[in-house]
């Protein structure tokens, strides 16, 4: 069953153009991982040092694989410096089609 990731991270201030660039990365790599569906980040239009990631897994087995990948690692590492917080929710569908 599919699961969606809704991360909210705020970067800290004068960080968010590394931030930013670090989300590339990380984003060009997870496209490859099995059972991705989609990965999309927003920024928040109040606040620019907010980034809202909103990810779609085939399941909670697929996502905790991604977790566990070299590009998440290197991820989480450098988004650690950068950050001041982040907040992670696991969803599902509450009326699946």
């Known amino acids: 069953m599919e699961v ?3 991360v ?9 153009h590394n931030f930013e660039a670090a989300i590339r990365r990380v984003m060009d790599a997870t496209r490859d ?3 991705f569906i989609r990965y999309d980040v927003y920024r928040d239009i109040g606040h620019a040092g907010t980034f809202v990631f909103h990810e779609i897994w085939e399941s909670e087995e697929h996502l905790a694989a991604h ?3 070299t590009h998440v690692a290197e991820f989480q590492e450098t988004a650690a410096a950068l950050l ?6 696991l969803l599902r569908h509450a009326f699946p089609a």
Do not use: F, M, N, Q
Request: glycine share 8%; proline share 8%; hydrophobic share 30%.
């Open 4 to 6: 969606t990731a809704i």
């Open 8 to 16: 909210t991270s705020v970067a800290k201030p004068g960080a968010e």
């Open 33 to 35: 991982d099995p059972g």
């Open 67 to 69: 977790l566990r990948t």
């Open 84 to 89: 001041e917080r982040k907040e992670v929710r």
